[in-house]
């Protein structure tokens, strides 16, 4: 495994797209939610809201950039023939692609950490300034407070699974267009069209199995009973799209010629 | 030209993968439209009132009334008009409803959706002279109240009705004359009092209003009888009801009338029809489909730099932005012509499917429809050729792939949070092409009746075809900078 870990780590560090995509994560996350905080003012008349989410909104976005990275770890290597140099080194490929997971996982915990904290900094700085204060019952933005501490973590946490849901993906789909499509689709797609739905039945459960609206309830610090379903339980509905998507594409990759 | 259009042609023509994505792309439409419909049961559903000119009206307000038969003049004072929204569950308070009303009217009947004219003073408005749900005239401005009351008359003379309002009882400004047909010969007329829902943040929540009226006087045409106070539209879908524990009263003592009422008359709008549908919710799959022919748009570029077939295309079209314009021309085409078969088959059946099981659409005329149909092909042709822009800039399939449906999609996403303040709303609806949306809408924004005017409701800050060219606007850019760096770069 230590080879294995090595090489990818290698290959992450020594080529520019990477470092490219990471800095774009953070500065997407931070720059959207820096922008929602900005537009954003509480009036005389009262202003609800849930503030944390606000501040944390630019998660929506850079985690399209995780998307790209991890369908570019192995998708990139499809296109350009490097998988079969990568599967000769390391005739494993079950191995391959966990060490692939865990380089993944450690870039982007480092990335979104990083993008998260700054996106509640941001929060933390701005809102005051839109009459967000205390005296109107609304502190700043803290991780002291056990509801914001909780979405912070889960909103890197939840990171870190949408680019190993991407990875699986792309080890089953191997072209990196469709890849991002069909990832990109499962996210984006599922909450818009769960609002089509007349039955709220079916229309809860689509909100409850849809990788982005269940895992992003991590990210709720009011009204926690209107959401589909309890932080930690959305954010384990992520966890089994993530376990299902590596799985599937670790069999496959087993399974299939390169 | 016509050789490159042909040669991108059979390229597009012979990519399986690229002809079934348009196939699928249209699919998805319909079957969302599909999906739409046959997940809505209404079934039972109270029917929803609509007005002399067919749109879905709000009909519910507490009406005193007496019969009037032929012409004839009533003329009455307002002292105070005061409005109770609840705070909490049971707990009303004193509360300020713009769009408050408190007048007199002159009404067909109490059938729900009837003619109707009416003279009125408003908690934030003034005083307004409205006809027939939609209409809507300014009078004499500022507030009433006990040390400056408004005096109100309303005359009728066969279908014209003319309103008045004043300040002293003696010199009176015309507010409006309306011709409203069909009010018959004995039509209803009398005292209003209508509440409309306050709006609050994103929500809304009902509300109720009383208002003192003195110095009530009629001139011909008035039979003797006994004023009749009733609460009208009381079970109709449009009406939220009288906040708990409130209830419509109409009581006279001496010359004065205290009368307490809720609901509105006035043009529905999707917070008094929130179960309602519209040609927008039945489209959403257009979502599912851009994601589609994004991917495609990307790949007729980017697969060709990564097969190196660049170098023979180049090699055969030397003029490089005439190729990139022949395959923006050809994905543009296609796209849109599995766009418009995906929406003109989606939209009549996801309407059947809705109607059949007894959900209200809003109604559109057939050039609306015609007019989103149209608007949603374009869009996803538009949406295709930014993609191929992007991939022709970014050499990279992902990141085109990415990079237009986060700036497509994303927003709308973002917007459909119930969390997100209208503000921000409507600024992503102005700037990113997520504005192209706007072709899609159907409702229309009424200044006389408040309402959460988001995006996320169905109302966007720009016009439609003004919307769509945000995204143009963003696709021609895309295009230029794409023929710049083709021009600029090795292939």
Known sequence: MRPALHAEWTKMRTVAGPRWLLLGLIAATVALSAAATSVVTCGSAGCGGDLTRLSLIGVQLGQALAAILAVLVISGEYSSGMIRTTLTAMPRRATALAAKAVILTGVVAVAGTTAVLGSLLAGRLILPRHGFTAARGHPALSLADGPTLRATAGSILYLILIALLSLGIAAVVRDSATSVGVILGLLYLLPIVAQVIGDPHWQRLLQRIGPMSAGLAIQATTDLHSLPLSPWAGLGVTAGWAAAALVTGGLLLRGRDA | ?491
């Not at chain 2, 149909?373 to 191929?388: C, K, P, R, V």
């Open chain 2, 1 to 491: 030209m016509i050789r490159l259009l042909h040669a991108e042609w059979t390229k597009f023509r012979t990519v399986p993968g690229w002809m079934a994505g348009m196939a699928v792309a249209a699919l998805l439409v319909v079957l969302v439209a599909l999906l739409a419909g046959a997940s809505s049961d209404q079934h039972g559903a109270p029917p929803v009132p609509t007005g002399p000119g067919g749109e879905p009206v709000t009909d519910s307000f507490y009406f005193v009334h007496r019969p009037l038969a032929g012409d004839g003049s009533i003329t009455v004072s307002v002292s105070a008009l005061e409005s109770s929204v609840p705070q909490g569950l049971g707990d009303l308070r004193p509360g300020i409803v713009p769009w408050a009303k408190a007048g007199l009217i002159v009404k067909e009947s109490t059938r729900q959706g009837s003619p109707y004219a009416a003279i009125m003073v408003t908690r934030g408005h003034g005083v307004r002279m409205q006809d027939n749900y939609v209409n809507d005239t300014a009078g004499i401005p500022g507030p009433v109240s006990a040390g400056s009351p408004r005096w109100l008359r309303l005359d009728r003379a066969g279908d014209t009705i003319t309103g008045y309002g004043s300040t002293d009882g003696t010199n009176w400004a015309k507010a409006g004359t309306a011709r409203v047909r069909g009010l018959g010969s004995t039509a209803q007329v009398g005292l209003f009092v209508a509440s409309p829902q306050a709006v609050a943040g994103l929500g809304a929540t009902a509300s109720m209003s009383t208002a003192a009226f003195g110095d009530l006087r009629l001139q011909a045409g008035w039979t003797d009888g006994e004023w009749t106070g009733e609460q009208l539209g009381a079970g109709s879908p449009t009406f939220a009801g009288y906040p708990p524990p409130g209830s419509g009263s109409f009581t006279a003592s001496g010359g004065s009338l205290t009368v307490t009422g809720a609901g509105d008359i006035a043009p529905a709008v999707r917070y008094s029809l929130p179960a309602a549908g519209t040609i927008k919710d039945i489209l959403t799959g257009t979502f599912a489909a851009l994601i589609m022919v994004i991917v495609v748009g990307a790949l007729f570029i980017t697969t060709e730099y990564r097969q190196n077939l660049i170098h023979v295309t180049l090699a055969a079209g030397p003029g490089r932005s005439r190729v990139l314009l022949a395959k923006a021309i050809v994905l543009g085409a296609v796209t849109f012509v599995a766009g418009l078969a995906g929406a003109e088959l989606a939209v009549p059946l996801g309407e059947r499917l809705c109607r059949a099981n007894g959900v209200y659409m809003f109604p559109v005329t057939s050039s609306t429809e015609l007019r989103v149909a149209l608007g949603t092909a374009a869009l996803l042709a538009t949406a295709s050729i930014l993609a191929l822009s992007v991939g022709a800039i970014l050499r990279s399939s992902a990141g085109a792939v990415t990079t237009v449906i986060v700036s497509t999609v994303l927003p709308y996403l973002l917007i459909a949070n119930p969390f997100m303040p209208a503000s921000v709303a409507n600024w992503l609806t102005r700037v990113t092409p997520a504005a192209a949306f706007a072709v899609q809408q159907t409702l229309v924004q009424y200044p006389q009746v408040a309402n959460p005017y988001t995006p996320y409701n169905g109302y966007y800050p720009l016009a439609p075809w003004a919307g769509l060219a945000v995204l143009a606007g963003y696709a021609v850019v895309g295009l230029a900078v794409a023929a710049v760096v083709l021009h600029r770069r090795d292939a």
